[in-house]
Each structure stands twice: as structure tokens, then as C-alpha cells.
């Protein structure tokens, strides 16, 4: 919480987005590689814990604080429910594909990933709006447009 507090929730996003799409990248390319040396393996398995560190510092925890902050109060229960049926249900098929994936298109999968990365930075970029900081009245507002 205290990063989310002191950084904000879209910086957050968006700099977890770009590490992610490049720890993705960094998997990726290490294991191309790994037949040159085990130096290759051991920074593909660096890449992955950086992506898990990116991952649980950013779009961990920050999805959670920010679905509760952005939904007005008389549709806040609902979204956030929406929210949390998406997020099982999206690492449910993750769960299922990500196997799938690896078998026919082998290290190349991380670049898929990757390249969901890119699309959660655009998203982050261009369209979260920052609550730090606002009251419910500010943020319904600035939701509205109206801010």
C-alpha cells in the first residue's frame, strides 16, 4: 500500500506494464539461448523472478485498490465483482492455455505476453485516470468528465 499511496496507482500501471512487456522480452531472448551456456539459463530465470517482482509490485495489488476507488458508490459492490470474476476467470484461462501455448509455440508464448504487456501500457497510458489522493466526490467527477 505504500507504494501504491506514494506513487499512485497509474504510475504504478503504466512503469509495471513496460517492465513486465520487457521481462517478457528478456525471458524470451534468454531462452533462444540457452544452448550457448548456462549463464543464458540463469538470466532466463532471472527475467522470470524480475517479471514475478514487476508483477507484485504493480499489477498485483494495484487493480485490487483501484476498482475499489474508481466505481460510484451506488455501483461500487457490482463493479468491483466484475472485476474479480474477470481476474479469476482471465488466470483461469491462462492457467489452461499457458501449457498449450508453450507446446506449439514454445519460448515464442512469452512474446504473446509481451505483447498483452504492450497493450495494458497503451490502456494504462491513455485511459486510467489517477485517484491519488481525490475524495469519492473528486473522482466521481473525474470519472464523469466533469473534473
Known sequence: MWGIEKLGRK???????????????STWACSTQTHNGKMWQYLAVASVFLFVFSFAWTWGPVPWVYQAEVFPLRVRVKGSAVGTVSNFLNNWIIAFVGPALMKAWSTKTFLLFAAACLLAWIYSQFYVIECKGLSIDEMDAKMAGKA
Open 11 to 25: 504510475t504504478l500501471l503504466v512503469v509495471g506494464a513496460l517492465m513486465m512487456m520487457v521481462f517478457h522480452i
